[in-house]
Nanobody
Framework: QVQLVESGGALVQPGGSLRLSCTAS????????MEWYRQAPGKQREFVAR???????RYITAVKDRFTISRDNAKNTVYLQMNNLKTEDTAVYYC?????????WGQGTQVTVSS
């Protein structure tokens, strides 16, 4: 019933840009806080960015001023614009929808930053 599908991951060179998308179905999208996480090989999944249902945004220091989270409620989609990518940004990126006790995850999309 509920599905989150990420897209936009790719292999890019350092300094390049990507725009990730996550489209949700089966939920009342505008009621949910949307977040992006990432997980590098051998590391724990870490929070990256949040866009709450009330319009509040938050980023981790490592991506602040380089990444921008946005959402289009009419399209049931949250985006992550990633600029000036660094090799340490390499990870599988996941989106999450949160509403009180309800939590849903996408399948992830691979971002590889390499020369």
């Amino acid at each position: 019933q509920v599905q989150l599908v990420e897209s936009g991951g790719a292999l890019v060179q350092p300094g390049g840009s990507l725009r990730l998308s996550c489209t949700a179905s089966g939920i009342i999208f505008n009621a949910y806080t949307m977040e992006w996480y990432r997980q590098a090989p051998g590391k724990q999944r870490e929070f990256v960015a949040r866009f709450s249902n009330a319009g509040l945004k938050r980023y981790i220091t490592a991506v602040k001023d380089r990444f921008t989270i946005s959402r289009d409620n009419a399209k049931n989609t949250v985006y992550l614009q990633m600029n000036n990518l660094k090799t340490e940004d390499t990870a599988v990126y996941y989106c999450k929808a949160q509403y009180y006790s309800s939590e849903y995850w996408g399948q992830g999309t691979q971002v590889t930053v390499s020369s």
